[in-house]
C-alpha cells in the first residue's frame, strides 16, 4: 500500500530560523511527487512537482530536494506570512490515472 | 486565487439529508478530482472526472456520487447524510489526465447536525 509520512506533524521557529519539513514515501513506483501549501479553512495552493532523484525546485525561501525515499522542503529565513500545512502528495505509477495520495502534513508557525 | 470555484462556501444540514456540491474547474482544465478533509483522516482522494467521463475512484462510500456535465463543471452528490460526513470537500483540476499540477478551489464546509 503507497503510504506517504510527514515530519515533524507541528514546527515552530522563530523568524529568520530555516529549517527542514520530511516527505517519506513508501510506492511502488513514483510518478511525481507534489507539494502544496494550505492555510486554514483554504484550499491547498500548490507549490512544486518533482518527478526523479536528484531534482530540485525552488521558489522564494522555499527550496524542494527529491531522493528515491523521500523529499525535503527546506525553508530559509522563514517570514510569519510563511505559516501554515505543508502537503506532500505523491502520484504512484500503479495509481488511476493523476491521483494523489497527500500526506497529513506539517503545520508550520513562524514568530516574529 | 486557483481558478477553481466551489459553491455553496458552507452547508448545514441534518442527517438522513442529501446535498449536492458544485465545482467549475479552471479555464481549459478537463479533469476535475474530489477530496474530502477531515481533521483526522486527512486529504482523502474521493473520485476523479476527465472530459465527462469517471477515470479514477479512491475513498468513496456508495451513498456519494459525482458526475461531470459537458461544459466540464462538476457536482459531488452526498445522500443519507450522517455525522461523520461532516468535513471540509474540496474540488480540484488540471489539465489533463497525467503527471499534471492540481489546482485546489476553495472548498465547501459541510456540516451535519
Known amino acids: 500500500e503507497d503510504q506517504v509520512t510527514q515530519s515533524p506533524e507541528a514546527l515552530r521557529l522563530q523568524e529568520g530560523e530555516s529549517s527542514s519539513l520530511n516527505c517519506s514515501y513508501t510506492?511502488?513506483?513514483?510518478?511525481?511527487l507534489f507539494w502544496y501549501r494550505q492555510d486554514p479553512g483554504k484550499g491547498p495552493e500548490f507549490l512544486f512537482t518533482l518527478y526523479s532523484a536528484g531534482e530540485e525546485k525552488e521558489k522564494e525561501r522555499l527550496k524542494a530536494t527529491l531522493t528515491k525515499k523521500e523529499s525535503f522542503l527546506h525553508i530559509t529565513a522563514p517570514k510569519p506570512e510563511d505559516s501554515a500545512t505543508y502537503l506532500c502528495a505523491v502520484q504512484p505509477v500503479n495509481s488511476g490515472y493523476s491521483t494523489l495520495t497527500f500526506g497529513k502534513g506539517t503545520m508550520l508557525l513562524v514568530s516574529p | 486565487d486557483s481558478g477553481v470555484t466551489q459553491t455553496p462556501k458552507h452547508l448545514i444540514t441534518a442527517t438522513g439529508q442529501r446535498v449536492t456540491l458544485r465545482c467549475s474547474p479552471r479555464?481549459?482544465?478537463?479533469?476535475v478530482y474530489w477530496y474530502q478533509q477531515s481533521l483526522d483522516q486527512g486529504l482523502q482522494f474521493l473520485i476523479q472526472y476527465y472530459n465527462g467521463e469517471e477515470r479514477a475512484k479512491g475513498n468513496i462510500l456508495e451513498r456519494f456520487s459525482a458526475q461531470q456535465f459537458p461544459d466540464l463543471h462538476s457536482e459531488l452528490n452526498l445522500s443519507s447524510l450522517e455525522l461523520g460526513d461532516s468535513a471540509l470537500y474540496f474540488c480540484?483540476?488540471?489539465?489533463?489526465?497525467?503527471?499534471?499540477?492540481?489546482?485546489f478551489g476553495p472548498g465547501t464546509r459541510l456540516t451535519v447536525t
Open positions: 480540484a483540476s488540471s489539465v489533463g489526465a497525467g503527471v499534471y499540477e492540481q489546482y
Open positions: 479555464s481549459g482544465d478537463l479533469s
Open positions: 510506492v511502488s513506483g513514483l510518478r511525481g
